[in-house]
């Protein structure tokens, strides 16, 4: 079975396809805010790159959030719209369990956190299993002293992952027992979503389109900004 990949969560565009033999082919691309203009011709690229076509792909997995609210509409919406065309099941992935599964091998308590924006981050703590890693806390959006204070009150050996500890690098760098992982691995990645839909695809673990839903946490930034200016 084919998987088509699709990660939009963040700043960076990204997508993979990939089988029970590993990721085919990958591509990423940070411009931000044009996530609409980029996506489909990523995808036209990678099919061509893969060579395969969309008739080809049996799965389609996406990324489901938390992340930027734009961002995650139109992957998701592209991610529907193929999987309905073509019908083949879907499988949503959180971007912060993207961030957890390439450190997947550390012993350490791992902490992934992406930038929300407005001087929050969204943020979930995961442990080493085999062959993997398992979440242990909820999604949860805070701000980055919340979450320093969350990881000083652990008290354990912590690795930390996501363009959210690079955003507010002051505030966790200093701290002892703590490390961050470096900024190349900072964004969710469509390959490591292409290799935890296949996991999940030998369970048959598998969402029809109409139930995949974004993880969002906090209503919209727009919805905020109305809501602030009507109160006015």
Known sequence: MLILGIETATTQVGCAIGSHEGVRAAIHSARAKRHCENLTPAIEFLCVQAEIS????????VDVGPGLFTGLRVGLATAKAIAFARRVPMIGVSSLDLLAFPVRFTPRLIVAAIDARRGELYYAFYRQVPGGVQRVTEYTVGSPDDLASELLATGEDLLLVGDGFHRYREVFEG???????????SQPSASSLVQLAHARALREDFSQVADIEPIYLRRPDAEINWTTRDSR
């Open 175 to 185: 701290m002892a027992k703590v490390e961050i992982v470096d900024q190349a691995s």
């Open 54 to 61: 969309l008739d080809d792909i049996g799965l389609v997995a």
